[in-house]
């Protein structure tokens, strides 16, 4: 099973959302959609599951045109950032639901959502209502009633954004086993980075509703295409010292490191992490970050040095990427 987004764009009035949008998914791979607010990633996703119109372009699933398809007749599995969990119904009946709207036998429907509810471990949550249920566990029902209808596509939008910063991590590998393992096409949108290059095999990175670049999240950090790709991707963000001869040379903060020459800095202030240490530099380049181990002892009169190898180029008009 193979997902094909191919030219596809919408448009209200003489405004576009997304355009030209080209983007191939595998079974058994997940792609993951980032780029600032209002960038198109939800509106893509909308696009997918059929629930706007699509004003240009072909969206094909398993070689079938789903294009103009009701949302009904496709084979998708979406995901909500809010859950839309029914609240006056349990956890049973919330998943029961789709499976009796689609004619499911009581028999089966039962089987099939004991063996769901083993699977994301809520099997003593089945007859509790919603607001009894924890972040986690809401999220894991809305799950669970997305695998219950096996499409042949999964779309997240932003399942993990309304849990905390502890839960999110606890959940990403139950996320991979219930969703990722399952063999078929996934397309996961998220604001967090760390959550997007954990998961996601490939990520496309959205901005003013076209795709800049889609690469492994290794190629996308390390070889980033255009000058808001270095900037939106990695944290902290990378540093850009000031133009010259319509270049700007960009660096990334780990990549600096305190030499006996270099930039003479000024510390402006430290940010102390747990294993590593965020310093703020003012230097003659401009506004630095340099990233490093709380091991490092930081001099009175630092002086900053990186290896050219790790500079990236790109032209100060164009903001795109120089050999």
């Not at 070689?63 to 009701?70: D, G, L, M, P, Q």
């Not at 202030?269 to 970050?289: H, I, K, N, V």
């Not at 500079?311 to 120089?322: D, Q």
Request: glycine fraction near 6%.
């Amino acid at each position: 099973m193979t997902l094909q987004i191919q030219n596809l764009g919408r448009s209200v009035g003489q405004h576009w959302i997304v355009r030209h949008l080209n983007l191939q998914v595998e079974d058994g791979e997940c792609v993951a959609l980032v780029g600032p607010s209002g960038c198109g990633k939800s509106s893509t996703l909308r696009l997918i599951a059929g629930l706007d119109p699509v004003s240009e372009g072909e969206i094909i699933l398993n070689e079938a045109n789903i294009t103009h398809s009701s949302a009904a007749k496709r084979a998708v599995g979406m995901v909500f950032q809010s859950y839309a969990l029914l609240p006056h119904l349990s956890v049973f009946a919330n998943l029961e639901l789709g499976l009796r709207v689609r004619g499911v036998r009581p028999f089966d429907r039962q089987q099939r959502i004991q063996a769901m509810l083993e699977l994301v471990q809520l099997q003593d949550r089945a007859n509790v209502l919603p607001a009894e249920l924890s972040g986690g566990q809401r999220q894991r029902v809305a799950l669970a009633r997305a695998l219950l209808r096996d499409p042949d596509v999964y779309l997240l939008d932003e399942p993990m954004s309304n849990l905390d910063a502890q839960l999110r991590e606890e959940l990403r590998p139950e996320l991979r086993r219930l969703v990722l393992d399952r063999q078929k096409p996934v397309i996961h949108v998220t604001h967090d980075q760390h959550e997007a290059m954990a998961i996601a095999d490939r990520i496309a990175v959205l901005h003013s509703g076209k795709i800049q670049q889609v690469a492994t999240p290794e190629d996308l950090y390390h070889h980033p295409e255009t000058l808001f790709i270095a900037k939106f991707i990695g944290r902290p963000q990378i540093n850009c010292l000031r133009p010259k001869n319509g270049v700007i040379c960009a660096v990334r903060p780990e990549s600096l490191f305190f030499a006996k020459e270099g930039l003479p800095c000024k510390i402006t202030a430290r940010e102390w992490l747990g294993s590593s240490q965020l310093l703020y530099l003012d230097s003659p380049e401009g506004f630095l970050r340099l990233s490093c181990s709380t091991a490092v002892d930081i001099p009175e009169a630092p002086h900053v040095s990186w290896d050219v190898s790790d500079e990236h180029h790109f032209a100060l008009e164009s903001g795109h990427r120089l050999p």
